[in-house]
């Protein structure tokens, strides 16, 4: 069974890590010094903060798919919708290896539709900054600047076309 995926960027993970705490009833399933999860049953949703994407506020929507078979099952629908995909295999993003589809909805909200395929020790792709998960780009801020912050980038469209994406996000 699917789960509806939600990722908001935080400015004070600390903070929001216990407001949503205290309103779901439960600590996070995940919780790193930049991120945290949690997989809720009532609703089943996979609600997920951080602070790695600049601007606070809503970073994307998504479906969490539990097989294959699901996962391939939204992204025939995404086909039927006529919106340009991008598929991620293997993708390394928010501390889990994934395949994902990437689309824009109509006004611009990107939504992530993925299978965790295992855990991994860091961020993303080229966050590999000891466990932690900060981005490298070499500098001693630990912060990629050519991925705006973050190493785990939604999918950007321009013209209705997926715009490519920088290196550090598996391009």
């Known amino acids: 069974m699917k789960r509806f995926h939600v ?3 935080v400015q004070d993970l600390a903070a929001s890590t216990q407001f949503y705490s ?6 996070p399933s995940v919780q790193k010094s930049d991120y945290a999860k949690w ?3 009532d609703p089943r ?3 997920a903060i951080s602070e790695r ?9 998504g479906f969490q798919a539990e097989t294959d078979a699901e996962l391939e099952g939204i992204h025939a629908n995404l086909k039927k919708a006529g919106t340009d995909i991008v598929a991620e295999k293997g993708a390394n993003c928010c501390y889990a290896k994934s395949d994902k589809y990437w689309v824009q909805d109509p006004s611009g909200i990107p939504w992530e539709s993925f299978r965790s395929l ?13 466990a932690l998960g900060a981005a490298n780009d070499g500098d001693s801020d630990g912060v990629d600047a050519a991925c705006g912050g973050t190493a785990c980038c939604p999918t950007t469209m321009k013209a209705g ?9 598996n391009g």
């Open 22 to 27: 205290t309103l779901f009833g439960m600590p």
């Open 39 to 41: 997989m809720l049953d």
């Open 118 to 130: 295992d855990s991994i020790p860091f961020y993303g792709e080229h966050s590999h900054k000891g």
């Open 53 to 61: 994407t600049g601007a606070a506020g809503l970073n994307h929507l």
């Open 45 to 47: 949703v996979n609600f």
């Open 7 to 9: 990722h908001v960027a």
């Open 161 to 169: 076309k997926p715009e490519p994406k920088p290196a550090c996000c």
